[in-house]
């Protein structure tokens, strides 16, 4: 999951570069409910802020995956199904780590490639004669919280269930 974090990171970055090439001088830098841009900006504005936004988001949530080793798993911190059972044994508690390391990873990579695709969205809706979000942005929203969800699901009923005999 750290390769596919890096690799997402990268991508955004490389996708951040080349935007500020091809963004239009004018760039909508949000937009409505209904799609309609409703703030216009300078394409150094827009490639700012996406790049505050990104390395931001690369700091807290890679920098979380960073800390899983030193996170103090004990203390109400850190929410881990079946905590007890994961702590009872220092050969649990690596397990539990690597476990947490590798999810947090997984999610910060499938935030960066959403993050990938709303830069690019954003970069057809300022070079289109009709700047709106349109069925990809809302596409791309649905999967990331849909996967968000059942991959919440997945990690407290499957992921940290007690292993029996360990």
Avoid: C
């Avoid at 700012?48 to 807290?60: D, M, Q, R």
């Avoid at 649990?92 to 959403?114: N, S």
């Avoid at 942005?137 to 992921?159: D, N, P």
């Amino acid at each position: 999951m750290r390769r596919a974090f890096l690799l997402t990171t990268v991508l955004y970055a490389a996708s951040v570069a080349v935007a500020s090439a091809v963004l239009p001088a004018r760039v909508p830098l949000h937009f409505a409910g209904s799609g309609e841009p409703d703030r216009w900006g300078s394409r150094t504005e827009a490639v700012l802020t996406f790049g505050l936004i990104g390395a931001g988001l690369v700091l807290v949530l890679g920098g979380s995956a960073v800390l899983a080793d030193r996170l103090p798993l004990r203390s109400g911190l850190v929410n881990l199904p079946h905590k007890e059972w994961w702590l009872a044994t220092p050969a649990r508690e690596a397990e539990a780590r690597r476990r947490l390391r590798a999810d947090l990873y997984g999610l910060a990579a499938a935030v960066m490639a959403f993050l990938v695709g709303v830069l690019w969205v954003t970069v057809a809706a300022a070079r289109s004669d009709d700047p709106r979000l349109g069925w990809p942005f809302m596409v791309a929203v649905g999967v990331l919280v849909v996967g968000v969800v059942l991959w919440t699901i997945w990690v407290s009923v499957v992921r940290y269930r007690p292993v029996e005999g360990q």
